[in-house]
């Protein structure tokens, strides 16, 4: 059974920087990419940031320069550097890992982890 575990989360002020962490475990094959999602209280999960197996990341607009997305392959973790945090931010966010195996494309999700950003 493939667990996401995520820690690192918390409340911070503008401004402020947060380093969000998520570890895997389980057999995981083929995995497409690992990345964050994040969900603000009554707007639907959004893409944060992505990086495919070969390294390529992608982020959302409203991030871009702020977050950094690393991961290690070997390990199967995924990390997500915060900078210049805004209240805007604030959301639960979701390591989410995307892989294929036997031709099944399957979305496995972590439990969330808090992030408040204060004004």
């Known amino acids: 059974q493939v667990q996401l575990v995520e820690s690192g989360g918390g409340l911070v002020q503008a401004g402020g920087s947060l380093r969000l962490s998520c570890a895997a475990s389980?057999?995981?094959?083929?995995?497409?990419?690992m990345g964050w999602y994040r969900q603000a209280p009554g707007k639907q999960r959004e893409l944060v940031a992505s990086i495919t197996s070969s390294g390529s990341a992608n982020y959302a607009d409203s991030v871009k320069g702020r977050f950094t997305a690393s991961r290690d392959n070997a390990k199967n973790t995924v990390d997500l550097q915060m900078n210049s945090l805004k209240p805007d931010d604030t959301a639960v966010y979701y390591c989410n890992i995307d892989s294929t195996t036997g031709g099944v494309r399957n979305l496995y999700w972590g439990q969330g982890t808090q992030v408040t950003v204060s004004s």
């Open positions: 389980g057999r995981i094959f083929s995995i497409n990419a």
